[in-house]
């Protein structure tokens, strides 16, 4: 049986996760990207601070702090990663490869647990990684870096969504997503050091929401994983595929060429397999 209030809650997810990178679109032909993945971070923990306030300076005490750690670096690497792709490829492509994180669960839990894998398993990975292979040549173009790159983000987003289910067997969802914005937030601000940038008005409107939008799909996702487990919930984030492709077509006028929707499908097949067929034993070795 699905657990609708998990799923709903990571298809509210999906949603805001597709119109921040949609933002991110919209700004990145005049911004840099330190620059906007600073102020995705910065106006995100804005939002947050009165939450993290109401509740009290003992609601961010935890005994886990390397792994909120681990959560913020691999999510703030994914963060660089996907949002340079969005900025080079079509959209749907970016969020699409930022979400191929499922197919990389099986080999981290046989690199870092020594955990074996079935063989269907492995025969959803080759049909998920059949269809990356679709989006990574997109329009004739062999392997292309920036998709080479949005590829990257799905590995790093794999390694944060591992540590963010771990964190939720101990940790509330506000304190997990509260500790993310402060650190990427921190760790963010170090490149503009040397960045020379100017934000206009409209940057920052932008960036202002795709902060806040951020924020709730980050509390979204981990109140869905907190609900239930992720081989139930999981295949539900492939809904952000679905929204990027529509805001594109609506705001864009750009419609899915046809490596985007077999890929997709591959991807996404072979994606929700693994969720289901796992069971995210890793996640309970990881402890």
């Known amino acids: ?11 509210g997810a999906g949603l ?3 119109l921040m990178s949609a ?23 804005l939002v947050l601070l009165p939450w993290a306030f109401e509740s009290g300076p003992t609601s961010l005490s935890t005994n886990v702090v ?33 979400y191929t994180l499922p197919l990389f669960m099986p080999p981290i839990a046989a690199v870092w647990l020594k955990e074996p894998f079935g063989r269907r398993t492995a025969a959803a990975l080759l049909l998920g990684f059949f ?41 509330p969802a506000l304190r997990v997503v509260v500790w993310f914005s402060l650190l990427s937030t921190a760790l963010s601000a170090v490149p503009l050091l040397w960045t ?45 595929v679905f929204f990027a492709v529509c805001i594109e077509w609506i705001v864009w006028d750009v419609a899915p060429g046809w490596n985007t929707i077999l890929g997709a499908s591959l991807v996404a097949a072979g994606g ?5 067929w796992r069971n995210w034993r890793l996640l309970r070795g990881s402890s």
């Open 66 to 98: 390397r792994f909120h750690i681990l959560r913020s670096v691999a999510g703030l690497a994914a963060m660089y990663c996907f949002f340079f792709a969005i900025g080079k490829l079509q959209l749907a492509d970016a969020v699409l490869l930022n």
């Open 16 to 18: 805001c996760f597709a």
């Open 1 to 11: 049986m699905i657990p609708v209030k998990g799923a709903l809650e990571v298809i």
């Open 196 to 240: 020379p940038f100017r934000l206009t008005f409209r940057d920052a409107l932008i960036l202002a929401g795709t902060g806040a939008v951020a924020a709730l799909a980050q509390w979204l996702l981990t109140m869905g994983y907190a609900s239930a487990p992720a081989a139930s919930v999981g295949p539900f984030i492939y809904s952000t």
């Open 272 to 276: 929700a397999s693994v969720l289901q």
């Open 131 to 171: 269809g990356v292979a679709l989006i990574i040549r997109p329009s004739g173009g062999v392997w292309e870096p920036a998709a080479l790159i949005g590829l990257s983000s799905g590995f790093l987003s794999a390694v944060a969504q591992v540590t963010i289910r771990r964190l939720t067997f101990t940790e």
């Open 23 to 45: 933002g991110v679109k919209l700004v990145e032909p005049s911004q840099p990207n330190a620059v906007i993945v600073f102020f995705r971070n910065a106006f995100a923990l």
